[in-house]
């Protein structure tokens, strides 16, 4: 991984996921997706599976973005988005884009 590189080495390997995928700041669907995946890595699964008992991982990343892009109180959620793209500055490795 990229991320066991020390600071000041060169990757010659390709560059960030950030920068391959056009990420430019967080979306609702950066932030479902990783509640997705922190939610499996607590999960007593071994292997990947569209459910966890009667929990639907796409449907919770669904919901998520559903209720960030329509949320009643839309100062909240630019409030959301903007704390998460203030946080991809203070810890830049998630969203370097050199």
């Known amino acids: 991984s990229s991320a066991l590189i020390p600071d000041g080495e060169m990757n010659t390997i ?17 932030i479902a997706y990783a509640f997705i995946q922190s939610r499996f890595s607590i999960a007593a699964r071994d292997k990947w599976h569209e459910t966890d008992g009667c929990y639907k991982y796409s449907e919770a990343y669904t919901r998520l973005i559903k209720a960030i892009r329509d949320a009643p109180d839309q100062t909240w959620a630019e409030s959301l988005l903007q704390w998460w793209n203030q946080l991809s500055i203070v810890f830049p490795l998630t969203l370097t884009l050199h």
């Open 14 to 30: 390709r560059g960030c996921n950030a920068k391959l995928h056009g990420m430019e700041k967080v979306e609702p669907e950066h």
